[in-house]
């Protein structure tokens, strides 16, 4: 991957992009801000499974009131990351923070895809309750403490380079 | 006692020389100073959709600003805390830094803002249920707060 990575890192767009004196610092405020539209609205789910927050609304309705806008934020968020990376691969490939990142986001996926595969299809049973399951609550647990973790990995990544 | 010299006092002191020199406690603290922001910043986002009816429309005002007001709360704590202990190694770079300032002059300001003028409106727009788009109060809350994160941003790449 380093050869691909060198390669990628040294092409003119992506050493004209990391250079750029105004565009690098836009994509890289985008990519932080952005995080309150994708991860500040999971927490909105997170807390509700927990029945820390929203225990009057039904956790169905939370999710589908909550998913419009957090998936175009992930994909702001997964975007200008891309080019971040892009920009800077070769040395943030080398980057173990940005390792434990990456491993906590692939974590967080499969956490995602448990609960949809797992939880999801029976959400009827408990929807209204005030809080939800055990499993249901340890994913929303696993969520919390993982994005916290994958964002102050993102800072420390950043310090590092 | 003047700032200078408190500043100057707090500059010498060995538990801000520990947190100075250490390789890890900044980039840490900085870590938990996003945190606060992210926390921060979504509950703003939250509520200022809903208002604008943008988005979170099927539920009410009056939930939606109970739940996520106290978060905000917590997440401008924690992020002012940090920030501050970011602040305290270097004060003297900072106070040179043209982002910086304008970021403690916007900062002020958006809790002024939204302690006082946002909160009242958004109580009576709770209780009015009056379903009825905001629109000047939402965008002015979001300018100032992104703002802040803006200026916070710019510390680093403008100087």
Known sequence: MLPLFHWIQNTSWATSFRQADLLFPLVEGSHILALSLSVGLILMLDLRLLGIAFRTEPVSRIMSQVMPWALPGFAIVFLTGLLLFLAQAEKVYTNSYFRVKVLTLILLGLNAVFYQYRYYPHMGEWDKAETAPAGPRVVAIVSLLLWMAVIVCGRLTAYEL | MSLQRLWQMSYDSPTVDILRNSHYAIPVIQGFHLLGITLLLSSVV??????????????????????????????????????????????????????????????????????????????????????????????????????VGWAGRAIAFLG
């Open chain 2, 46 to 147: 939250i509520l200022n959709l809903r208002l604008l009816r943008l988005g979170l429309t099927g539920i009410r005002l009056q939930v939606i600003a109970r739940q996520v007001w106290s978060w905000g709360t917590a997440g401008l704590i924690l992020a002012a805390v940090s920030g501050f202990f970011v602040f305290l190694p270097d004060p003297a770079r900072y106070a040179a830094n043209t982002s910086f300032i304008v970021k403690m002059i916007v900062l002020p300001s958006a809790i002024l803002f939204q302690y006082t003028v946002y909160r009242r409106a958004v109580q009576a727009e709770a209780a009015a249920q009056s379903g009825e788009r905001r629109l000047i109060l939402p965008l002015l809350s979001l300018c100032l707060w992104f703002g």
